[in-house]
């Protein structure tokens, strides 16, 4: 890494995030799943939110979603993400909602209720994060810091 090129804010490490984040490292990415109830928990926790049970297991994601919000920046606010980026929140086929990045070309007209796939994207500074492309882009060109295509 140049000593110009931004560098990824680390992840906030909770008690209970390094697996998750491991298992984003290596490109499978899994959530705590409560083996009572089912329930998939993001972020990872002690117990079960639901049930209160603390049985719970490290599942891998199907990796689909769908866009339930979304902004595009237009001012920089931390250095590994020029302007314009965009953030969007993502509810997981298995129910947590996540925040990320789009990938590739942003869709016309509202973002709400596209349906995206999780993509790994490996950051300039070697970091590797969990993004969506729209699901029904296959070769989209892609910006790993984030900004939608314009």
């Known amino acids: 890494m140049s000593e110009t090129q931004a ?3 680390a992840p906030v490490m909770g008690l209970f995030d ?14 705590q799943a409560c083996r009572r ?8 926790g002690p117990g079960c939110s639901v049930c ?17 919000s979304w902004i595009v920046y237009e001012r920089q606010y931390l250095p590994a993400y020029p302007a314009p980026y965009n953030v969007i929140a993502v509810q997981l086929a ?11 070309t942003a869709p016309e007209g509202t973002w709400i209720g ?31 810091a984030g900004g939608a295509a314009r």
């Open 52 to 68: 209160l049970s603390t049985d719970l297991e490290w599942k891998t994601l199907s990796g689909a979603g769908k866009i339930i």
């Open 114 to 144: 596209r349906e995206v796939s999780l993509v790994y994207a490996t950051m300039p500074d070697g970091v590797v994060l969990p993004r969506f492309r729209l699901a029904d882009t296959s070769s989209a060109s892609t910006n790993p």
């Open 94 to 104: 298995e129910g947590p909602v996540v925040m990320s990045n789009l990938e590739g």
């Open 18 to 31: 390094r697996e998750m984040w491991n298992t984003i490292r290596d490109r499978q990415w899994r959530l």
């Open 37 to 44: 109830c089912g329930t998939y928990h993001y972020p990872p």
């Open 7 to 9: 560098k990824t804010p």
